[in-house]
């Protein structure tokens, strides 16, 4: 665990907890229910979830395109997430559970997640519209939350084949380690219908990246610490 990552998250909630969040979440209630408890509620509050800062890690940042849902009253890190008493498509919970089952008892839970589009709600990706000045304005805000990481050259995930590709385009290489393009969790095709092909794909494509090599070794040993709160019954 980065030592540093009390003030790292303090500072990352005040600056951008609107519109990021972390790769950590409540245990789904069952099996037979993946897209359940998906709700921060509690989850992000050490006072009720005392392993928070032991799950956390700085050197891997996943990255979503845009934010989707038009809703002012979300609590921090919701994004990724969902939230108790805001009405939340089932489809957009149960294609962010998928996340959760991809990297659950995996090295990259705990990452950083934020959109490389920031504060521009609209839930097709094809008509997300961004002037170049506009954009540029975007890396400058997700070269500022690297900065608050204290990481240098973290392993970046992108969620599809457009933020891959602005990543690319945009950043520089000696920014991170790898840059790895992964299918979007909203994708149902090639067998990422089902929570258990949607993990297999993404873990081979990490796995099959060029060099690819094991996060617990790049960064700090791996060791994931489950999160106490009870599913939530509903």
Known sequence: MNKDIQSIFKELKAEYGQVASWAIW???ISEAQPASNMDVD???DAATNPQLFSQLRTDVVMVGYNFSIPVKTFPAFHNFHSCADINIHPATIRNASKLRFAFL???YWGAYMTD???NYVEAKSNNVKVK???LDEHFKAFRKE???LKVEKPLIIAFGGKVYELLEMHLKKEEYSRLVKVTHYAHYGAGCATHVGYRSKVLLQLAESP???PVAQAGRAY????CILPPTQK
């Open 26 to 28: 409540k245990p789904a």
């Open 116 to 118: 490389i589009i920031k």
């Open 105 to 107: 008892e995996t090295p």
């Open 146 to 148: 690297l900065a608050i």
């Open 211 to 213: 060099s690819a090599q």
């Open 132 to 134: 170049p000045a506009d």
């Open 223 to 226: 060791r994931r610490a489950p």
């Open 42 to 44: 509690g989850l992000f």
